[in-house]
């Protein structure tokens, strides 16, 4: 829970805030970017929110906030925010809120499917929060779960004993040392089933995967994400772990592929036509081996 004595002064006055604790994730800013801004190394509350909606948004960033860094001084109704996941993004593709300090607030998502199809999976792990999985138990449960890189499996090892789920990853990033069931090899795309292809992408990490769903869907853990303040794909040098060079190269496998949505662990989400994002793909590339 959010301390007011530890409010951080760069809030504005009023009901919501955030304090010392919070570790600048900006899964705040991306989720409500009318009431919470990053002002440097932290986030902060630059506008109260004034309607029914914008308190609802405020209460999902507190609920998502892997710190619970977010705070109210009034008294709400906090399952506004905690039914509210795992939130929509297209049809059978959701965020799954509750973001994991242990994976520096690294979003996850849930995508629910038939049986048929190979069943509901997870892609990276949130937090293992009992109303979370409340949630997701009647929406089928997960079946898979898909960990992009070794900086965001957080609570992998709870979900496998609830659900029962096996988990895929690369051996590069420690997959065997985990325990995980399947265990991904080498740089040639592997196709986990008719929907999804799993893309070795190293750069970030050496064992980094980004996973294509239905060829418009693109998890990319933190090898790929959209700028808001560029307005346009990028990429992080300054936590290219592995290899820039390496992500650079990894990038360019990506041009192989059409997909609309690119749906990062961290940095923003974004949905565009394919032609278009695939413009911002080259754009991107270029950019990076300026860097
Ligand atoms: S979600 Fe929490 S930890 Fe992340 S930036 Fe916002 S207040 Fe800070």
Known sequence: MANLQHRLPENVPGDFFVDSTCIDCDTCSQLAPKIFRDHGDQCSVYRQPETSEETKLALMALVACPTGSIGATRKHD????????????????????????SSFGGWSYLVTR???????????????????????????????????????????????QKFGCDRTMHAADGARRLGVEQVL???????????????PTPGHTRGHVVFLYRKKFLFTGDHLAWSPARQTL??????????????????????????????????????????????????????????
């Open 114 to 160: 038939s049986a048929s199809a190979g069943g509901n999976f997870l892609v990276d792990s949130p937090r293992f929060a009992t109303q979370l999985v409340k949630r997701i138990g009647p929406m089928g449960g997960i079946k898979r779960m898909f960990l992009t890189h070794k900086d965001d499996i957080a609570d992998h090892q709870l979900f496998r």
């Open 234 to 291: 990028t990429a992080f040098r300054s936590v290219a772990w592995y290899s820039w060079p390496e992500q650079i190269r990894s990038m360019e496998k990506l041009l192989s592929y059409d997909f609309e949505w690119v749906l990062p662990g961290h940095g923003d989400l974004r949905h565009l036509v394919a032609p278009l994002m695939r413009k911002h793909l080259e754009h991107c590339i270029a950019w990076m081996k300026t860097r």
């Open 185 to 199: 090899e080498g740089e040639e795309p592997f196709e986990v089933d008719a929907e999804l292809l799993a893309i």
């Open 78 to 101: 906090a399952h506004l925010g905690i039914d509210a996941f795992p939130m929509r993004l297209a049809d059978g593709v959701y965020f799954c809120g509750f973001t994991s300090e």
